[in-house]
């Protein structure tokens, strides 16, 4: 029962246009949503999250949006720069998953074409 | 930031073998700890939530016999693959939770068993 879906395992853009990456979840218990960026050989860092009480959160060059209707979130990177490719990773947490206990999406490898 | 250090970073052993795979908070103190596995083009799969000085809770369908957590101290917590078979070569990742219950991964560990 996979609860978070990253339906494009991989997405290609050229340098300075947007990167669009996509994650469905179909648990409407989860109230907090979060993106990792995972670069080879380590472990995922933190990149930006979003509560269910907002449909929207930017951070510089990133930006979630959340759609709690259509259970769908979105991070788009603007401008995209090479050193964004890396697998990006949608998690989800609350309701009987709540606290630290992420629920993840299989990724997206992103690759920023310079 | 925070700094989760997991060792050993690969591992190749016969089947039938333990594995042994630390888990260290390098500058903080983490009192739940988090152990994931993940194959190929799948996602993050928690497996256990491991609380300093009491026992683990295994996710369900992960054989807590199999999968031994210790988390002996507030800084460490070990996962040891027993008796370990081809089937059980993933890519295993911890987490730490700090005080706000922001998540640190570790690198990850590649398992191989032969």
């Known amino acids: 029962d996979q609860q978070v879906k990253q339906n494009s395992p991989s997405l290609s853009v050229q340098e300075g246009r947007i990167s669009i990456l996509n994650c469905d979840y179909t648990n409407s218990m989860f109230d907090y949503f979060l993106w990792y960026k995972k670069y080879p050989a380590e472990g995922p860092t933190f990149l930006i999250s979003i509560s269910s009480i907002k449909d929207k959160n930017e951070d510089g060059r990133f930006t979630v949006f959340l759609n709690k209707s259509a259970k769908h979130l979105s991070l788009h990177i603007v401008p995209s720069q090479p050193g964004d490719s890396a697998v990006y990773f949608c998690?989800?947490?609350?309701?009987?998953?709540?606290?630290?206990?992420?629920?993840f999406g299989e990724g997206t490898q992103l690759t920023v074409n310079p | 930031g925070a700094v989760v250090s997991q060792h050993p970073s690969w591992v190749i052993c016969k089947s039938g073998t333990s594995v042994k795979i630390e888990c260290r908070s390098l500058d903080f103190q983490a009192t739940t700890m988090f152990w994931y596995r993940q194959f190929p083009k799948q996602s993050l799969m928690l497996m256990a939530t491991s609380n300093e000085g009491s026992k683990a809770t295994y996710e369900q369908g992960v054989e807590k016999d199999k999968f031994l957590i210790n988390h002996a101290s507030l800084t460490l917590s070990t996962l040891t693959v027993t008796s370990a078979h081809p089937e059980d070569s993933s890519f295993y990742i911890c987490?730490?939770?700090?005080?706000?219950?922001?998540?640190?991964f570790g690198s990850g560990t590649q398992l191989s068993v032969l």
């Open positions: 987490s730490a939770a700090g005080d706000n219950e922001k998540l640190f």
């Open positions: 998690a989800a947490t609350g309701g009987e998953t709540s606290g630290s206990r992420l629920t």
